[in-house]
């Protein structure tokens, strides 16, 4: 039988890798679009040497509405779209918020003009819980009001997630999963995919794997004055391949027309919130490794705390949060152990 083909923007990036290895395990043909703009090419060995599979790649930039079209033109029975390809860096958004609005919408608005033009239906969206801000309640519901975005970065998931509103409303056919992201971390059990990131790491984990693997001098935890338990900052952490999942789900969800509304909005966390403090000591007792850290003052932009409710994401996707957090943070430092061994390789 004919496998049903799935686009994957950005299939190379951490997220997106992670959705084709979980697409291709669950009998889809994922084919990837990708710029390599924040990825590389070696990540397409990581997935056939998970799954056997070598995915159908395509080096295009969705912001270039020509090759675009091209590609739907020799790929004309793709059902669904997974739209991962996006700038994330919130303190690079504020630097250069052109570059951000001009990354995420004009690739957005391409995909969803060309999505018309070649009749495909369904939509999967990467969003964020950046669009909650600092919630007055917690945990967050999918109904829990949006606050005004405090970065580039996060306007574009906002604006993002309005396009996508609008366009439903607009045209009959098109459905749309929103997914809103809490903390991805972690990588495949068999580190041959993970997160890349590209010079000093931004996000919290990159930072503290690299710290224990001796790459960082020193991990700086930013702020121990805030007004939770330990005086860290609180965010919810999900495994990146029990997030991947979610994006099986929600793609079949679609093409098997289980939707309820045509547009469908689902929180993607673990329910439990986590302190900065309290990721430093669990990776310690899950890997044995020391992570040497000081206190730093507090990063500008930082939320205090925020947790997920996925309860609807459990109910209507049929999806939940599995790995625990010691798995996870194994994960992530057997993959930061995985770059040093193809390092010191590439070095001799
Ligand atoms: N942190 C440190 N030291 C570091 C890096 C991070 O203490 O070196 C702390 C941060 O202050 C924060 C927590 O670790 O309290 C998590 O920080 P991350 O940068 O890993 O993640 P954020 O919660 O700031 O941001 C993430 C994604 C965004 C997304 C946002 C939604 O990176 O894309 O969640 O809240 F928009």
Redesign the pocket.
Known sequence: MEKTRILVTGGTGYIGSHTVVELINAGYEPIIIDNLSNSNIDVLEGIKAITGVAPIFENIDCKDYTSLDRFFEKYPDIKAIINFAAS???GESVEKPLLYYRNNLLSLINLVELMRKYKIDNFVFSS???VYGQADELPVTENTPIKPATSP??ST?QMSETILSDSVNAYPNMKCILLRY??PIGAHPSAEIGELPNGI?????P?VTQTAAGIRER?????NDYDTPDG????DYINVVDLAKAHVNAVQRLVEQKNKKSIEIFNLGTGRGVS?LE?IRTFEKATGVNVPYEI?P??DG??TQ?WADSSLANTELGWKAETSLEETLLSAWNWEMRLKEKREAASK
């Open positions: 994330k860096a919130v964020s819980c950046t970065y996060g998931k809490f903390n790491p931004n996000n919290l984990l930072y991990l700086r935890v930013f702020g860290s900052c609180i965010r900065v990721i730093a507090r990063r930082d939320i925020v």
